[in-house]
Antibody
Framework: EVQLVESGGGLVQPGRSLRLSCVVSGFRFDDYAMHWVRQAPGKGLEWVSGINWNSESVGYADSVKGRFTISRDNAENSLSLQMNSLRPDDTALYYC??????????????????WGQGTTVIVSS | DIQMTQSPSSLSASVGDRVTITCRASQSISFYLNWYQQKPGKTPKLLVHSAHSLQSGVPSRFSGSGSGTDFTLTISSLQPEDFATYYCQQSYSFGITFGQGTRLEIK
C-alpha cells in the first residue's frame, strides 16, 4: 500500500522556523517527483514546492521563495520542507504529495496521484 | 505565474444531472491540466490527469477535455458521493497553480 506520512507541524511564533518531514512507503521513492501543497483553513489548495526524483529540478511558489527549502533523501525514503521566517499567512494544513509520472527530469509536467493526510502548521504569537 | 480560473465557483445540482465545470488558463498550458476532488475533511483525490486521462479507479462518469487554455470536467450522471469541491491544476509551468475550486452542492 502506498503511504505518505507527514510530521513536524505545530504552533510556532512569527519569524521562527519549522521543518516538516514526509516518510513514504509502498512505491519506489527515488523514481518520482514529490511536492508540498498547503491548504489554509477554509481555503483552496496552494502548491508550495516541488522536487524531481534526483533533486536536480526544484521549484517554489512565489509566496515562499527564499524562505522555504525542499529536499529529499532517497536512501531514507523521505521528503522535507525547511520553513524559515514563518508568517501568519503560512498557517495551513501541509500535504506531502507524489508525482504520478516516473523518472521525469522536471518536478512539474505531472499530476499528484497520492496525498498524505497532512500536518498542521499554525503561525501565531 | 499562470492563473487558473474555474467557473462556476459553486453549483447546485441533483442526483442524475449532467454537470460541467470549466477551467481557463491565463496562457496556453498544452494538455498539462489535472482535476481533483476534495470532500469535506478529506484529502484531495486525483480524478483526471493530462486533461483527459482518467486516473485508475475513477468512475467512468467522470471525463475531462480541452487543451491550450480551456478545459472542462464533466460528470455525466451525478451520484450522491460526487458532491464535493473540485479543483483544476496546471502542471505546465514551474510555478504550479490551482484553480480556486468549484463547490458542487445538492439541490
Amino acid at each position: 500500500e502506498v503511504q505518505l506520512v507527514e510530521s513536524g507541524g505545530g504552533l510556532v511564533q512569527p519569524g521562527r522556523s519549522l521543518r516538516l518531514s514526509c516518510v513514504v512507503s509502498g512505491f519506489r521513492f527515488d523514481d518520482y517527483a514529490m511536492h508540498w501543497v498547503r491548504q489554509a483553513p477554509g481555503k483552496g489548495l496552494e502548491w508550495v514546492s516541488g522536487i524531481n526524483w534526483n533533486s536536480e529540478s526544484v521549484g517554489y511558489a512565489d509566496s515562499v521563495k527564499g524562505r522555504f527549502t525542499i529536499s529529499r533523501d532517497n536512501a531514507e525514503n523521505s521528503l522535507s520542507l525547511q520553513m524559515n521566517s514563518l508568517r501568519p499567512d503560512d498557517t495551513a494544513l501541509y500535504y506531502c504529495t507524489k508525482g504520478h509520472r516516473a523518472s521525469s527530469s522536471y518536478y512539474n509536467y505531472c499530476a499528484m496521484d497520492v496525498w498524505g493526510q497532512g500536518t498542521t502548521v499554525i503561525v501565531s504569537s | 505565474d499562470i492563473q487558473m480560473t474555474q467557473s462556476p465557483s459553486s453549483l447546485s445540482a441533483s442526483v442524475g444531472d449532467r454537470v460541467t465545470i470549466t477551467c481557463r488558463a491565463s496562457q496556453s498550458i498544452s494538455f498539462y491540466l489535472n482535476w481533483y476532488q476534495q470532500k469535506p475533511g478529506k484529502t484531495p483525490k486525483l480524478l483526471v490527469h493530462s486533461a483527459h486521462s482518467l486516473q485508475s479507479g475513477v468512475p467512468s462518469r467522470f471525463s475531462g477535455s480541452g487543451s491550450g487554455t480551456d478545459f472542462t470536467l464533466t460528470i455525466s450522471s451525478l451520484q450522491p458521493e460526487d458532491f464535493a469541491t473540485y479543483y483544476c491544476q496546471q502542471s505546465y509551468s514551474f510555478g504550479i497553480t490551482f484553480g480556486q475550486g468549484t463547490r458542487l452542492e445538492i439541490k
